[in-house]
């Protein structure tokens, strides 16, 4: 079974500070990622995915990660964020490319202030 | 479109009610999905559906049952609702075409269900 371990629980920042949220999974022979954002009381929203190509994936509002084959590791970054990324993130891990379940990290809370 | 809708966005039920979660899409998905979140837990698959008239159970299943009897509605059932269940439920769906939204899941608002 897939797995997704999210190293931190919380991650405070200053604004237009750059900030990597870190991201690893287990191993399996093919691996999808996402990362998905929720904002406080909506549901969840895509921000990248990671299906096969070039390893760096670029997503919405400026964010972009890399997928690390040797590390097992999709960690987000971005090089400035704003107090409008104050949000709950969410590694996810599929093994199919098509339809497929997936396995979500525990989330990490960004926390941007002034 | 609206994409997916849930209702209602929160309940309060006593221990040993029922209700039926309600979620419909309007993108012509194959899949959807049911989650619960729980805090500082993630996301929990509970059912799944890859179609109408097919359902089945994901990680955390017990205590609920789902019907996909149309390819728009796909309905969660809490029959004997305990305090454990107290939670955050998403409906996702997803669905199978090429292009941009491929494999992506569209989440609905959540609807927050206390059981006291």
């Known amino acids: 079974a897939q797995s997704v371990t999210q190293l931190d629980s919380q991650v405070p920042v200053f604004e237009e500070a750059p900030v990597e949220l870190r991201c690893n999974y287990s191993s399996s022979v093919s691996v999808y990622l996402f990362w998905y954002v929720q904002y406080p009381n909506q549901g969840l929203q895509l921000l990248l995915k990671y299906l096969s190509g070039s390893t760096l994936v670029k997503g919405i509002n400026g964010f972009e990660a890399e997928f690390n084959k040797s590390q097992t590791s999709f960690h987000l970054r971005k090089p400035s964020v704003h107090i409008s990324d104050t949000a709950e993130y969410f590694c996810a891990v599929s093994d199919r490319p098509g339809y497929s379940t997936l396995t979500f990290g525990k989330g990490t809370m960004l926390l941007v202030s002034p | 479109n609206a994409g997916v809708t849930q209702t209602p966005k929160f309940r309060i039920l006593k221990i040993g009610q029922s209700m039926t979660l309600q979620c419909t899409q309007d993108?012509?998905?194959?899949?959807m999905y049911w989650y619960r979140q729980d805090p500082g837990m993630g996301l929990k698959l509970i059912y799944y559906s890859v179609g109408a008239g097919i359902t089945d159970k994901g990680e955390v299943p017990n205590g609920y049952n789902v019907s996909r009897s149309t390819t728009e509605d796909f309905p969660l059932r809490l029959e004997l609702a305990a305090p454990s269940q107290t939670s955050v439920y998403f409906c996702?769906?997803?669905?199978?075409?090429?292009?941009?939204?491929?494999?992506?899941?569209?989440f609905g608002p959540g609807t927050r269900l206390t059981v006291l």
């Open positions: 996702a769906s997803s669905g199978t075409s090429g292009g941009t939204s491929y494999n992506e899941q569209f």
């Open positions: 993108m012509n998905h194959n899949y």
